[in-house]
């Protein structure tokens, strides 16, 4: 079930309009499914690099710290917010990425340089670390695997998109409606987690 919520969040954060699944959606109305399917191999290699880094770096702070926890929990809730604001507010437009240069070189380096991406993997993911289920670093390495996975599926959405982009043109609209939804969800979540941090600021009997 924990495993199954935290996929669930980690889809409606992957499929929110962004740098990488910009141009993922790009290289498939320019290149076609197969090559923008390669491409995203070179995202997910990327988002594996910052996962290993957070393995090694943050599990032994989370582990020692409750209070650390609890302010990455927090700024979780404000990043989610952001996001929700930034959907909400600013329409969405395909990337006008360069067409020189190999797409998944291009998909490695967007999401290695991406400042979304390392906020996701040092706020997003530590919010569903319970020190209580065991070792934080396990912890943090299989929520990673996880949303690895829920990437994986959105990329693949947004090259879908595209695709049928390629063949029949989407209208603005229907796109904005979508960004619309998955924004409405965003803001939800972030209420959500708001009221399980402010839940764990009462401290548990056996736990400090």
Do not use: C
Not at 23 to 42: I, K, N
Not at 57 to 80: C, E, F, Q
């Amino acid at each position: 079930m924990w495993l199954a919520v935290f996929f669930g969040a980690s889809l409606a954060v992957a499929l929110t309009p962004g740098a990488n699944n910009l141009l993922g959606l790009h290289h498939a109305v320019h290149h076609g499914p197969t090559r923008a399917t390669t491409a995203l191999s070179g995202r997910l290699a990327a988002f594996t690099i910052m996962i290993a880094a957070v393995v090694a770096g943050l599990g032994p702070v989370l582990a020692a710290s409750h209070t650390a926890l609890l302010i990455i929990k927090w700024l979780g809730v404000v990043y989610l917010t952001y996001l929700a604001a930034r959907i909400f507010f600013t329409p969405t437009h395909p990337e006008r990425a360069p067409e020189q240069g190999h797409p998944l070189r291009k998909e490695f380096l967007t999401a290695i340089t991406n400042p979304k991406a390392l906020l996701i993997f040092t706020a997003f993911v530590p919010q569903f670390v319970d020190p209580a289920r065991g070792d934080v670093p396990t912890q943090l390495a299989l929520l990673g695997a996880v949303y690895l996975a829920a990437e994986a599926l959105a990329g693949t959405g947004y090259i879908t998109i595209g695709t049928i982009i390629r063949k029949a043109d989407l209208t603005k609209k229907a796109r904005r409606r979508l960004d619309l939804g998955t924004g409405t969800v965003l803001l939800a979540m972030a209420g959500l987690l708001a009221t399980t941090a402010t839940t764990a600021t009462t401290p548990t009997p056996g736990r400090t």
